[in-house]
């Protein structure tokens, strides 16, 4: 089955930039998304189509992709970032669902 | 505002079947695919599969033997059925949406329910 492959954790001090990898083999014809999940809630959504923002979301987060792998950038990232994040694609037939394997930033 | 409810027993017996509903409420059910997602304690996200308004189903291929979707819309519900469940299937259970727009944009899980966790013992 289709797997996206994320780096276990990612670490910065405040006002600095984080960057969260994902890589997959579907990802040149499919869209990454990536969720955010604080601990205790449930993931929401901070960037779709792989670069696009939902509104409320706050501009510091960016994402972008090339080939094989997308990145979500967090640009001075604050201790409220401090969270779980999940790439998420459809496989390359267009149905099944996967979400990468996670990556836990931790802002300090 | 989009409202999305999950409901059902906190816990089953080995072999037996879980059964999960989720209600929603703020926006129309019809033109979705509404979706379950679960989070064993300390792991990570997995897809379970997704449901049409039309009847139409997917299923992750590694649960697809068990798993059975279905939706009411005149409840505006959906429903979740795990067969033989083991303690693997501990998880919290999510529900969420997934749209298809007017010009074909996809746009997966923007609401979700608040989760609720289903224990597998004897």
């Known amino acids: 089955s289709y797997e996206l492959t994320q780096p276990p954790s990612v670490s910065v001090s405040p006002g600095q930039t984080a960057r969260i990898t994902c890589s997959g083999d579907a990802l040149p014809k499919k869209y990454a998304y990536w969720y955010q999940q604080k601990s205790g809630q449930a993931p929401v959504l901070v960037i779709y189509e792989d670069t696009k923002r939902p509104s409320g979301i706050p501009e510091r987060f960016a994402g972008s992709s090339s080939g094989t792998m997308a990145t979500l950038t967090i640009s001075g990232a604050q201790v409220e970032d401090e969270a779980d994040y999940y790439c998420f694609s459809p496989d390359s037939s267009g149905i099944e669902r996967v979400f990468g394997t996670g990556t836990k930033v931790t802002v300090l | ?122």
């Open chain 2, 1 to 122: 505002q989009v409202q999305l409810q999950e409901s059902g027993p906190g816990l089953v017996k080995p072999s037996e079947t879980l059964s999960l509903t989720c209600t929603v409420s703020g926006d129309s059910i019809n033109n979705y695919y509404w979706s379950w997602i679960r989070q064993p304690a300390g792991k990570g996200l997995e897809w379970i599969g997704r449901v049409s308004t039309s009847g139409s189903t997917n299923y992750n291929p590694s649960l697809k033997s068990r798993v059975t979707m279905s939706v009411d819309m005149s409840k505006k519900q959906f429903s979740l059925r795990l067969s033989s469940v083991t303690a693997a299937d501990t998880a919290v259970y999510y529900c969420s949406r997934e749209l298809y727009d007017d010009s074909g944009g996809y746009h997966p899980f923007d609401y979700w329910g608040q989760g609720t966790l289903v224990a597998v013992s004897s």
